[in-house]
């Protein structure tokens, strides 16, 4: 029997304890993301593949240690919700990181080599929009969303809908727990 540390089990505590591994949305599409779902109450509760989240959870933390450790660094966080902006903003306030939290993709042009941003939404398949932010030297993009997309324009991608205080919080902590381990 193989016995885990505790620490070897803290990001599956926090997906479980976070709901993040439930979806409210009701989803008919066989996606390699979503498990299955069951009834509860009278409304259809979907849960994602444990193991296809955290691979691109951990996809996502190391995306984020690897724009952490050049020197000139930037994290753009994008939110569509403003409670929630507010909320992040308010928490990375007083933080000693290099990002910005907004909740447009009005992101202005920075000398800042690299830079990554982090999209609670979804983007259209437009490309204008692609090549704006590869002008302004944003090539590593995570999105987080429950969108269908044919092309993911070489994107990551978390699948998951933040409409949930508690997905946001984890969120938030496992950015900021990412950004500060040495």
Do not use: C
Request: aromatic share 10%; no cysteine; hydrophobic share 40%.
């Amino acid at each position: 029997m193989i016995k885990l540390k505790r620490d070897n089990t803290s990001l599956l505590r926090g997906l479980v304890d976070s709901d993040f591994l439930l979806l409210n949305k009701n989803s008919n599409k066989n996606l390699r993301f979503l498990n299955s779902g069951l009834h509860f109450n009278g409304s259809k509760v979907n849960y994602l593949d444990s193991l296809e989240t955290i691979k691109t959870l951990k996809q996502f933390v190391r995306l984020l240690q690897h724009s952490h450790h050049k020197k000139k660094n930037l994290l753009h966080i994008v939110v569509k919700n403003r409670q929630f902006m507010k909320i992040a903003d308010s928490f990375f306030k007083n933080k000693p990181l290099n990002l910005e939290v907004k909740n447009s993709l009005n992101i202005k042009q920075s000398l800042v080599e690299n830079q990554v941003l982090v999209l609670f939404d979804y983007i259209n398949n437009n490309p204008l929009i692609l090549k704006k932010l590869f002008d302004k030297n944003i090539f590593l993009i995570n999105k987080i969303n429950t969108k269908f997309e044919q092309n993911n324009w070489g994107t990551y991608k978390i699948f998951n809908e933040l409409d949930d205080f508690k997905k946001l919080i984890f969120f938030i902590v496992l950015i900021e727990i990412s950004l500060n381990k040495n």
